[in-house]
């Protein structure tokens, strides 16, 4: 693969860089368990991420061990919660060697990404002492219960309810696209624990074991949703009286809002340096299709791969930016819904690129088998790129958001109570 530029990060980011080669270089599984297919993706739905995180076999596990003992996981949490406290720079850096060395950089997922910083923002020392360490060890897997058939851009008008009992919550409701229920044991939810006031203040953000102590289920029942590329990786989540303690109730009872703001922001951002790793590398693949076609010197194609060049290298630039930012402040700013309209309309553009470059033979499925329905990755990249503008808040609402909250143009009149959709 043809490599970017380097850029020079400075002395630190260099010792790390060092220390990290020699750690991979010592720990490194054999090359036939270090498939890159394994490797943490921002995609749902057919979320190469959840199948490699949950699905894979005794090599996947080992390797997560293994970087577990290694504490390379949860990488950007802070030192005191377990993480390795390290700043956007690095986690690039790591980023970086991982893909060079060509071994799946393993995360805990929603856990890792979205919840677990939520927690380390909003939560109380009990809390985090007792949540953080289970994200990070692998025992609580987390999938999102936020969007419900009447709640997905307009997350504030969400109905699942949440009823005080005792020192429980008990929570009846509908969630639908939930990605990776049936590899989760965990869901972060929202839930309306008081109807009664404007709709942004009587939400509450519950952590929720979808399974009872007894392993019976907590009153979830979930229906996979079959998708356009033949997996179904995510389901409409059905709850019924499922009960969780009041301490996993994060921020206090109504005020979740705030905590939906973290975790929003994080879903917007927090991948932004690992997006122009795998989309370098999907690129390079495509170079080298284009060239096994002997399609390298038409005019056209040449024009359309310079395009995509340029753009894998400016998200390069802007996840750099962006970490900046997170690190200065925090958390990221309003500024991370740039970089979720960059890349993911790169991606659906890029794909439709290379399904015309192909032709014909982009239309036909590899496998001709009655009953069976197997893509190859560029058909399987076009169709679930179509979701990449929706999940994670979509295309047409990053757009009020960066024009609202970044450029401070006039607010959306559809927004009557002013505050930004999801
Ligand atoms: C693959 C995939 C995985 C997902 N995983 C999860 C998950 O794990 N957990 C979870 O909770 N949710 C998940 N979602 C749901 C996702 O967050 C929602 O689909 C998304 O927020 C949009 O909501 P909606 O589908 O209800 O569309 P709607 O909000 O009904 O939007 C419909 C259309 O109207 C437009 N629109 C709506 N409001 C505005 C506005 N104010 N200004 C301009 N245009 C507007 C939208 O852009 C869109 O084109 C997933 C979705 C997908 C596709």
Same mark, same amino acid.
């Given at each position: ?27 490194r599984?054999?090359?036939s ?9 921002p ?122 009992d ?43 074991p ?6 019976s ?60 790793i ?46 900046? !930012? ?18 993911? !309309? ?19 499925? =590899? ?7 197997r ?9 679930s ?34 505050? =930004?959709?999801?």
């Open positions: 693969m043809t490599t970017t530029m380097d850029i020079d990060l400075g002395p630190q980011a260099k010792a790390f860089r060092d220390e990290l080669r020699q750690w991979l270089e010592a720990n599984p054999p090359p368990e270090a498939s890159d297919e394994a490797e943490e993706a995609q749902r739905g057919g979320r190469g991420a959840m199948a490699g995180m949950f699905g894979a076999g005794g090599g996947w596990r080992e390797w997560a061990d293994k970087l577990h003992d290694g504490g390379y996981l949860c990488v950007a949490w802070p030192k005191e919660f377990g993480g390795r406290g390290l700043g956007g720079i690095e986690v690039a850096v790591m980023n970086e060697e991982f893909a060079r060395a060509r071994v799946p950089r393993v995360t805990r997922g929603m856990g890792e990404w979205l919840v677990g910083p939520s927690i380390i923002v909003w939560g109380t020392d009990e809390q985090k002492a007792h949540f953080l360490p289970r994200i990070i060890d692998g025992t609580d897997r987390y999938c999102q219960g936020f969007s419900e058939p009447d709640a997905g851009s307009d997350l504030a008008s969400v109905k699942t309810r949440g009823i005080v005792g020192d429980e919550i008990v929570i009846t409701g509908q969630k639908v696209w939930t990605s990776g229920a049936q590899m989760a044991n965990m869901m972060f939810c929202l839930c309306r624990t008081d109807p009664d006031v404007p709709k942004h203040q009587g939400i509450s953000y519950v952590l929720v979808l399974k009872r102590d007894d392993g289920s907590n009153g979830f029942d979930l229906r996979p949703i079959k998708q356009l590329t033949g997996g179904a990786g995510f389901t409409e989540t059905f709850m019924t009286e499922a009960r969780a303690p009041m301490f996993n109730i994060i921020a206090g009872l109504n005020n979740g809002w705030r905590v939906t703001m973290t975790t929003l922001g994080n879903e917007r951002g927090g991948n932004a340096t690992t997006q122009h795998q989309y370098t590398r999907q690129f390079w693949d495509a170079v080298e299709m284009v060239r096994s076609k002997g399609k390298q010197d038409d005019a056209l194609v040449r024009q359309q791969l310079a395009w995509a060049y340029t753009r894998t290298e400016i998200m390069r630039f802007q996840g750099l930016r962006l970490l900046s !930012e997170v690190v200065a402040k925090k958390e990221p700013g309003p500024a991370s819904s740039i970089n979720k309209m960059f890349w993911s !309309e790169y991606a659906q553009r890029f794909a439709e690129i290379i399904m015309n470059i192909r032709g014909a033979e982009a239309m036909v499925m =590899p496998s001709q088998e009655p009953g069976q329905y893509l190859d990755r560029w058909q399987s990249d076009f169709l790129t179509r979701s990449v503008t929706i999940w994670g808040g979509t295309a047409q609402v990053q757009r009020n958001i960066v024009g609202e909250r970044v450029l401070g143009m006039p607010k959306d009149p559809s927004n009557e109570d002013e505050r =930004p959709a999801r």
